[in-house]
């Protein structure tokens, strides 16, 4: 390959990397934390992750217990063990820069003796 060749696709393969996106998708993990008025009594509680696209995965905080069930762009979540108020799981996602788009919806929530509670008084916020 000649000098002049060589300097032809030097720069063609610069140019291209200076047209790259560099905000693009950024894989990785997304927390759910949850408010309750009775930190510490709680069993149990069951929500809806809303998503743009499937998430990856679901990953309980220290000390509890995750179970899931993914159908599409819903994700129903049910976590178990002494809840507290704070991040009860973690959440793998395409793009991390579109936490707005990711929604927690409560359905239930239990004590720790089973008895089911009013979600009153009860949010989930999702966070990066």
Do not use: E, H
């Amino acid at each position: 390959m000649t000098r002049r060749a060589l300097a032809a696709a030097l720069l063609v393969f610069g140019a291209s990397l200076s047209c790259s996106d560099s905000n693009g998708p950024v894989a990785g993990a997304l927390t759910i934390g949850l408010v309750t008025p009775n930190s510490g009594q709680d069993g149990a509680i069951q929500f809806v992750i809303t998503s743009p696209v499937a998430i990856t995965g679901v990953t309980a905080a220290p000390g509890l217990r995750v179970f899931t069930d993914t159908l599409g762009t819903a994700t129903r979540v049910v976590v178990t063990g002494t809840l507290a108020a704070g991040p009860i799981v973690s959440v793998g996602v395409a793009d991390v820069n579109q936490v707005a788009q990711y929604g927690a919806t409560i359905q239930q929530v239990a004590a720790t003796n089973y008895q089911l509670r009013s979600v009153a008084g009860y949010t989930l916020a999702v966070a990066k």
